[in-house]
């Protein structure tokens, strides 16, 4: 009798458990496993307190990010309630029709999009004049660089006497090449950490390069213009460097590995996100040694993700709360306080949070001069034609002036794939 | 007849299985390949053969064939040879064998993912353990070796699947024709040549086959180590398809690519058959 008022007792129990996690709205989100992630984690029990929805956060490598969001974005319903997206992907996933649109949203809430960056807006925003994404953090590129071997007395002298000019962060592309060189030979460390994988990190990298001297992929029209003398020069300049000035290995780097080399000390430079530089002041061999600049030249790649509810998932409602919450500003604050990488200007300019991160002036105008490369349906897929190209330069199976005019090629032929070229 | 119905009856759960996970996708690739159909313009407008003559003209897609056809072949001698050499070895009297199967399965027992991760770091010219012994060496950032080094990963993961199923070959064969051989003075050499390998044909003849199915199929490795590069040295054709349908989001071209590889594959599996396992 004891034993089945016990059982009982414990069945009840059971249920009434099963009908409290019945009637509890559980936003699941893919996201990618780094500390930007790790930040927003550790305040979601305020979004369940605040709310009473709870958040789970399924994480993985960028990697495979990408296939996984295509399969479920394929499917009648989304396992997935929200999602963030890369810039990569900011032009396919509206193009297919993936992206619900978020204006609706914006207006019935009230949401406040004028702190964030035009800039950032641009690139993880709008798509074609609508809005589909509120920006979540960004990962421009920039110049970090050794102060202490830029500053070395003996090296100072021996570049004066070289070049007859003083030793100083670049202004020019051809000088900070110049610059990386001179560190490889005098400095007894490579003086740039390049990423050249072919794909997105060689892409994003030598994009850079070619903004750097004034040239782009394509124009307002969508005509392209790769294939230009600014092209060439970048591209001369990038192999330059790669070949001459970077650590061994390099053809085959990736944001991790420049990460690891900087990190203990192998390397003068490297153009990459902007964020690494706080992630570097925790290496020993580097800590306190590293600055900020723009890329030589004026103006790094843009970069950045988004938040985004796609068109199957089964909170929608409940998956812009989120965002709304996530976004709003006393968040964001205690976000970048833990070292998010702020999208919003109010927060870049925050006096407590420039206290703690004080290179956040710096890379306020880093961000807001950054130009992005072409967002369209198949930008990844331009990534790997043009990444090929410049990667086959590299190596030198292709001379500059055929691999330049082979990835224009390639990526005309994507553009009128696309439907903005004819 | 009953027994016949009876037998069909049975089989039927199992084939209806089978019809939902093997023939329906390779239906629908084969359809969508006579189509233009991509994850952008989701429409199923006929154009016949057109998507494999593209395939066929793009010089990236045959350079990236030559390329796994020179890899399949270097990956599939070695794990053979390899394999059968420390087969040969375990069947003899040594010490420890236990252990010696453990350690030489464990690769086998690894996803080719962990496989290309663990070699990633090995390999690395600054900050891997190869280049801390031997001073600095590009194995994967010069287009010269990444092909080869790619390889040897991939032979390192799957020759203790080739000895394992070597040495259960050996273990299988009968004693007489080796008695036979000592008794008439064979030499070593002369046993291996004459007597142990005319009696694992049939096993060369399913590793040949099995292999040359895995090596085509290698995808995880290149998408961990190299990405296809350095240029296009490590482009392997699985790999290149599947660009094509999650970087392009072309699916039907990336099944009529496919369906070409297929196509090959098949060939190679009717030949080794028929030289191999008919004689």
């Known amino acids: 009798m004891k034993m089945k008022k016990m059982l009982g007792a414990v069945l009840g129990i059971l249920v009434m458990w099963g009908v409290c996690q019945a009637q509890q709205i559980v936003l699941r989100v893919l996201m990618e496993d780094i500390p930007e992630t790790w930040i927003i984690e550790e305040l979601l029990p305020l979004f369940e307190k605040e709310t009473g929805i709870r958040v789970e956060f399924e994480k993985m490598t960028y990697i495979g990010m990408h296939d996984k969001l295509v399969a479920q974005l394929l499917a009648p319903v989304n396992a997935y309630d929200l999602m963030q997206v890369d810039f990569i992907w900011a032009g396919e996933f509206p193009a297919a029709g993936w992206l619900e649109p978020l204006e609706p949203y914006v207006q019935r809430s009230g949401f406040d999009l004028s702190p964030y960056l035009p800039s950032m807006l641009d690139l993880v925003g709008y798509y074609q004049g609508k809005l589909y994404m509120i920006p979540m953090y960004s990962y421009t590129m920039a110049l970090i660089y050794r102060t202490d071997l830029l500053n070395r007395p003996d090296l100072q002298e021996k570049y004066k006497a070289l070049y007859g000019r003083p030793l100083m962060v670049p202004e020019t592309l051809e000088e900070y090449v110049n610059i990386c060189k001179f560190m490889t030979e005098y400095a007894g460390i490579p003086g740039a950490a390049m990423q050249g994988m072919r794909g997105d990190p060689n892409f994003l990298e030598f994009a850079n390069y070619l903004f750097a001297v004034g040239g782009d992929f394509v124009d307002e029209n969508w005509n392209v213009i790769l294939n230009s003398p600014e092209g060439r020069k970048a591209l001369e300049l990038y192999v330059e460097n790669i070949t001459k000035a970077a650590p061994v290995g390099a053809l085959n780097f990736t944001l991790d590995d420049t990460y690891r080399i900087m990190c203990q000390g192998g390397a003068w430079s490297f153009i990459s996100y902007w964020w690494m530089l706080p992630n570097l002041q925790d290496c020993p061999n580097v800590a306190g040694k590293l600055a900020i600049a723009p890329v030589p030249g004026g103006s790094g790649v843009n970069g950045g993700w988004g938040w985004a509810i796609p068109w199957n998932s089964p909170h929608k409602e409940e998956a812009w709360k989120f965002i709304s919450w996530v976004e709003s500003k006393e968040i964001v604050r205690l976000r970048a306080l833990r070292g998010h990488a702020p999208t919003r200007i109010d927060i870049l300019e925050d006096p407590e949070i420039l206290a703690k991160y004080p290179f956040y002036k710096d890379v306020l105008p880093i961000i807001a001069k950054a130009k992005k490369v072409p967002i369209f349906a198949y930008t990844a897929e331009m990534e790997d034609v043009v990444g090929r190209e410049i990667s086959l330069a590299c190596t030198g199976a292709k001379t500059i002036e055929q691999a330049i005019a082979d990835a224009a090629k390639g990526l005309e032929a994507l553009l009128k794939k696309a439907g903005l070229l004819r | ?279």
């Open chain 2, 1 to 279: 007849m009953k027994r016949k119905r009876a037998g069909l009856a049975f089989a039927s759960p199992g084939l209806l299985v089978l019809v939902a996970v093997v023939a329906f996708p390779l239906g629908y690739a084969l359809f969508l390949s006579f189509t233009r159909y991509s994850f952008i313009q989701p429409n199923y407008d006929f154009v016949g053969l057109n998507r494999y003559l593209e395939a066929i003209k793009e010089f990236y897609f045959r350079n990236s064939v030559l390329t796994s056809v020179f890899y399949v072949l270097t990956t599939v001698i070695l794990s053979l040879c390899l394999g059968f050499i420390l087969a040969l070895l375990l069947y003899q009297k040594v010490p420890l064998k236990g252990f010696h199967y453990f350690a030489m399965s464990l690769p086998m027992l690894i996803a080719p993912v962990g496989v290309g991760l663990i070699w990633k770091m090995i390999l690395h010219p600054e900050l891997g353990i190869l280049s801390y012994l031997f001073g600095r060496c590009d194995f994967l950032g010069d287009p010269r070796y990444a092909l080869f080094t790619l390889a040897f990963v991939d032979v390192w993961q799957q020759t203790s699947f080739v000895a394992l199923v070597f040495l259960a070959g050996l273990r299988s064969l009968p004693k007489e024709p080796f008695e036979a051989a000592l008794v008439d003075g064979a030499s070593f050499w002369q046993i291996l040549r004459y007597v142990t390998i005319p009696l694992l044909t049939p096993i060369i003849a399913v590793l040949l086959i099995y292999q040359t199915v895995v090596e085509i199929k290698t995808y995880d490795l290149v998408y961990v180590l190299t990405k296809g590069g350095p240029g296009v040295s490590t482009d392997l054709i699985s790999y290149y398809i599947y660009r094509r349908a999650f970087l392009g989001l072309d699916l039907s071209g990336a099944s009529a690519m496919a369906y070409i590889l297929l196509f090959f594959s098949l060939i190679l599996v009717f030949l080794y058959y028929r030289k191999l396992l008919k004689s």
